[in-house]
């Protein structure tokens, strides 16, 4: 027994849980399970945290700070603390199960804590400077008299030999290990940190020699600050706020830029086992269970954790705005129902306060706020402006993150659509098209959805959409009176009503960059880069010049356009011009139907041709006198006649006369042509083709073969009153009798030659054709002889690729014309031993094509002829006058051989092939009888189905030559038979 004065009633309290022993034998058995429980269950590996709960109680109620001090001697852990010491009450909660002498608001609010020392000692001891208690298993065993007991229950007397407190302290904890110290201490340590930040009323902890200090930037309790937990070994940081009883933590760096966590517990505020997945640490008054390991479920923790979340954007918002969106709860399984319930909490929490920085200034709650997908705080801080509710931060993964606090995320296309209908200067338009660029060019920004936007224009407005907007260099703007100063008309305009500007030219849809708004970014959508010649070319300014006639005879001013188009086509070559509006003299026309005052092609045009009711009028002429020919000229207005050109043509559609006739005829690949040639004066084709010589693209029409302007005139000009295809030059002798030379008109024979006038015996295709055939056939004209076989010729060759009206009469090989019912195409020259010349048609070349154009019979076809008698077959080798005379003429001796007889004769019926129903009459070759066959006609040769000859040198020099197929020579081969002499074929 201890001698010291008993100053807490250990003895009372000793006796009356003996007591209650003894009258309940149940009350042992209860007590001793109880504590068990706890030993092993609730409050084991709680043992530094629930001396140091201790700790800070006793630092609160002193209203001091606490100093904790842990060192092992004498094998044992002793534990000391400042603050209030030991008293009646806290001896009494010591010693028992249930009840705490705490008030409430302390950490430690319930009395059974202090069985967690139970897993490290059988005999704890608590001294302090108003006295000390014992509590051991050995001599509560021996005072209840049973195995076992609890350890806590019998409180007793310190031993007289019990060390003093250390300096400084005001009590200490005296646990005799059952367990390894080291392991125990390093334990403790591991715990130091997270205590420290759980208890502020805590200051240092000092572990066998190693100390830890806590420090706050403010004071603990107030709204936020930063704590810092030092050691030797370095320092940690915490950013925490206070709100409502809660505090949020959140670990920092120096720069206060928070730490990744991935996994904490729930403290109360030292730690529970309700795990958490939140960034920051969260110590609240949350109920929890008398082992502090769970919560009570309840309405009490619903309102404890939603107050909780309510002070989580304080938190967030003392972090620096870059690093806010990382305070964001990650998405994923929670990791605990406290941890699910919480983190629902927090996001609706961020979805309704203000924390997230606004791109304009201020802050934003989540459900408020917009977030730019493409990363660009460039772009964000020029849109801070523009789009409400935007977030300065931006990104894809920002935008996702922020969404699970409601904020919306904006794509590029819907910024444009945003700014579309805004009002901003041009300089400020390029500054946005800068961080544009940088974004597309990054890959940030998809150029797809940049299609509609905004470009501010030289006449004040702002379009959607780049495409086909016009960037135009200093020059075309000033030329265009668009530039600074380049009001055409001097008054500054008004604006007209909306589709222009104050420049001198007002056209609908042309769009010109303002050339401080112009960006590389415009090209790249679509924007055309332009000169004059660009913008000569764009479609609102083509469109505008096709209606400016229209628009000038309704009234509307179209001067500026006129003047702005002439300025711009001096600077270059122009095409596409020709509707463009000009004063004639009788009007507004179309540049391309006026002729330049004074020009030479008024000299051969068809004066009904121009004027009010005429395609052409003049130019007016003062108008003419202000401008300069070349680039009238240019617009479309004709000096001289004008060329047409399509190197793709697909239809006949140049307003050429007579194209489809034409192009039915040729199927050009191209087409080269000059118009108005209708309406050139009959009078004046000599002084028109002239002038189409003049210039070299249109005599390149006048002479391109198969072209429209040669074809054109040679069938519809006049010369002398006919189309020159009607006459030939004089010196072409081969169409003597055909056609009449033509008169002196004045032109050479190149350009009488160019515009059709014939010069030799050809034809071109079915009007050819059929011109030539009615010329045979008019016996008026007296045709050469040679030249009728030469016609023949031609039109044979002509046969496959015309279709014409066979003619009804034809011209015979005597030269006479002759019905085409009675006439044949002589095929087989045997055939004029039975016909007479002046029903056969020859010429040169196939005789069926020529029967095809003609529609007329082969003559061999008609002849129907027997031979009168046998003969006697001969081959050509036995022959020795053939093989002497084949010699001579270096001519090879053909198969075959001919049938000779001494006198050839055949028999012809009377009307096959005469083309009339009367009997053929009997002439000196052989006589007719009553049928009208002609009998025993004889002949040199013939051929059926063999070759025959009669035993003359004529007819065996016919055979011969056409078995040789040197039919030419058969003169030759005659004269060789009666005198196979050299000097025969020589002479």
Known sequence: MSSLPDPFGLDRLRAAVLRAWRDSPTRLTEDTNAERDLRIGGYRDRLFVELAQNAADAAALAGTTGHVRVTVADGELRVANTGQPLDSAGVAALASLRASAKPEGVVGRFGVGFAAVLAVTASPRVVSRTGGVAFSEARTRAEAGADEVPVLRLPWELDDDEPPLPDGFDTEVRLPLTVDADALLATIESEVPDLLLALPSLATVDVDGRRWTRAASSGDGVPGGVVELSTLDGVTRWAVHTEAGATWALPVDADGTPLPRTEDVLHTPTPTDERLSLPARLLAAVPVEPSRRRVLAGAGTGAALAEAARAYPGLVRTVAPEHRVSLVPSAGFPLSEVDSELRDLVTAALSEQDWIPAAGGGELPGARCRVLTAESPELVALLGDVLPGLAADSGRETARILAAVGATPIGIAEVVDVLTGIDREPTWWRGLYDVLMDGVEARRIDTAELGALPVPL?????????????????????????????????????????????????????????????????????????????????????????????????????????????????????????????????????????????????????????????????????????????????????????????????????????????????????????????????????????????????????????????????????????????????????????????????????????????????????????????????????????????????????????????????????????????????????????????????????????????????????????????????????????????????????????????????????????????????????????????ADVPVQWWCDRALHAADTSEGLARAFAWAADSWARRRDIEALLDDPAPETLLN
Do not use: K
């Open 458 to 934: 030289v006449d004040g407005r702002t379009v959607p959409g780049p495409r086909d907007a016009l960037l135009l260099d200093a020059t075309s703007l000033q030329v265009a009176s668009l530039g600074p100063g380049g009001d055409s008309d001097g008054d500054g305009g008004d604006g007209g009503d909306g589709d222009g500007g104050d420049g001198g030219l007002d056209v609908v849809g042309l769009h010109l960059v303002h050339p401080d708004a112009a960006h590389p970014l415009l090209e790249r959508l679509g924007a055309v880069r332009a000169g004059s010649a660009e913008l000569l070319d764009a479609p609102a300014l083509r469109d505008a010049v096709e209606r400016s006639v229209d628009d000038a005879e309704s009234g509307v001013d179209v001067r500026p356009l006129v003047e702005t188009v002439l300025r711009l086509a001096a600077s270059g070559p122009v095409d596409g011009l020709g509707a463009l509006a000009l004063p004639a003299r009788s009007g507004w026309r179309r540049a391309d139907e006026l002729v330049l005052p004074g020009a030479r092609l008024l000299d051969v045009l068809d004066p009904e041709a121009l004027g009010p009711d005429g395609p052409l009028d003049v130019l007016d002429e003062d108008f003419a006198d202000l401008h300069d020919d070349a680039v009238l000229v240019a617009v479309g207005v004709a000096d001289t006649f004008v060329p047409v050109v399509d190197d793709e043509p697909v239809e006949a559609d140049h307003d050429l006369p007579d194209e489809r006739a034409w192009w039915d005829a040729v199927q050009p690949a191209e087409v080269l042509a000059v118009r108005d040639l209708d309406l050139v004066a009959d009078d004046a084709w000599p002084q028109a083709v002239g002038l189409l010589a003049e210039q070299p693209e249109t005599w390149r029409a006048l002479t391109t073969p198969g072209g429209h302007t040669p074809w054109w005139i040679a069938r519809y000009a006049l010369l002398a009153g006919r189309p020159p295809r009607e006459w030939r030059l004089p010196g072409a002798g081969d169409l003597e009798g055909l056609f009449d030379a033509v008169p002196d008109v004045d032109m050479s024979p190149r350009l009488l030659a160019a515009v059709g006038v014939r010069t030799d015996l050809t034809v071109e295709d079915s009007d050819d054709v059929a011109d030539l055939c009615d010329r045979l056939a008019d016996a008026d004209r007296r045709v050469p002889l040679g030249t009728v076989l030469r016609a023949h010729g031609v039109l044979a060759s002509a046969a496959s690729g015309v279709e014409v009206e066979p003619p009804e009469r034809v011209r015979a090989v005597d030269g006479s014309v002759v019905d085409g019912s009675v006439a044949a195409v002589l095929d087989g020259p045997w055939v004029l031993g039975v016909l007479p010349a002046g029903r056969l048609v020859a010429g040169d070349g196939d005789p069926s094509a020529l029967a095809d154009v003609l529609d007329l019979p082969l003559a061999t076809s008609i002849v129907a002829a027997t031979i009168g008698d046998d003969g006697e077959f001969a081959e050509w080798t036995d022959l020795p006058a053939i093989v002497e005379v084949a010699g001579l003429l270096g001519l090879p001796l053909p198969s075959g051989g001919v049938v000779l007889h001494e006198r050839l004769t055949v028999t012809v019926a009377g009307d096959e092939g005469a083309g009339t129903d009367e009997p053929d009459e009997t002439d000196e070759s052989g006589e007719t009888d009553r049928t009208g066959e002609r």
